[in-house]
């Protein structure tokens, strides 16, 4: 039986504004960070109020703390403009990084953004997405993702692909937006990120991408939730570190044994 096929749904101002259960979800997802590339970042500094250039090499020295090993390879998902990518190989002066994101103008702009940056080219960035990596297995000592999970249609699946192409006892970081952890905090902040974020991202971006925005992070699963698919995702060893009073969390997993293949 054919599948009715369902109109992208837009914002009044017709822009991109992806809806999670739609068939063109990740198409949209695409269409609106591309549309988003060049003022990325901005967005970004703007709407966390500076704290976003914090928060990953947070995530960073909590890793240090969880693993302390060398990383040789690393891998960062949804690397948008790139940033996590540097941090990752500012953190570790010897190893090489590769950034992959499905969105080809964010791809352009970390390539921009990286070059001057990057004398010795140990941060190469391409165009793939995180549900299937193009990777063979065992390939890295470290996977990073900012700020991509609430974008992912299929959670544990990334999880999946993380793990599998991290070496067993590499450890994969995720950060992301999450609820804040006391209550009375947790009105306040959604009254900024509710209210407040999409008047920026409406500035500096379009309508689409200001109401996806807070909706995404609704729809992201809670914090025991994470911790528990990237656990029966291959992960035996998981701990989750808060910021900023628990807005922000980086999720750190050992990748265990592979999987034994039947
Ligand atoms: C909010 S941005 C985060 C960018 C960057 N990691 C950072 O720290 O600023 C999310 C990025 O994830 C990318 N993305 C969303 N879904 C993806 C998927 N399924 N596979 C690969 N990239 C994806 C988007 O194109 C976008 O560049």
Request: glycine share 8%; charged share 25%; proline share 10%.
């Amino acid at each position: 039986m054919a599948v009715p096929s369902r109109a992208p749904r837009l914002a009044p101002d017709g822009s991109p504004y992806p809806e999670r259960e739609a068939p063109t979800f990740e198409r949209d997802v695409r269409r609106m960070f591309g549309q988003l590339a060049r003022r990325y970042e901005l967005f970004n500094h703007v709407a966390s109020m500076g704290n976003d250039l914090v928060w990953r090499p947070c995530s960073l020295w909590e890793l240090d703390r969880f693993r302390p090993a060398p990383v040789a390879r690393a891998l960062d998902l949804g690397c948008g403009t790139g940033e996590f990518a540097r941090a990752v190989a500012g953190h570790f002066p010897s190893a090489r990084v590769l950034g992959l994101d499905f969105t080809r103008a964010m791809v352009v702009r970390a390539r921009e953004r990286t070059r001057p940056r990057d004398p010795t080219g140990r941060v190469g960035f391409g165009t793939a997405t995180a549900l299937r990596i193009p990777c063979a297995d065992a390939t890295f000592d470290l996977v990073t993702n900012a700020f991509l999970a609430r974008n992912l249609r299929d959670l544990p699946g990334a999880f999946r692909e993380m793990r599998r192409v991290l070496k067993p006892g590499g450890v994969a970081v995720t950060l992301e937006i999450t609820e804040p952890a006391p209550a009375a905090f947790g009105r306040l902040f959604h009254a900024y990120f509710d209210r407040v974020v999409p008047l920026w991202g409406r500035a500096v971006a379009n309508e689409g991408a200001s109401r996806y925005l807070p909706e995404s992070l609704r729809r992201f699963p809670p914090r025991d939730e994470v911790v528990r698919l990237l656990g029966s995702s291959g992960f035996p060893r998981v701990e989750a570190r808060t910021f900023s009073m628990g807005i922000v969390t980086a999720f750190l997993g050992e990748a265990g044994p592979p999987p034994t293949r039947g």
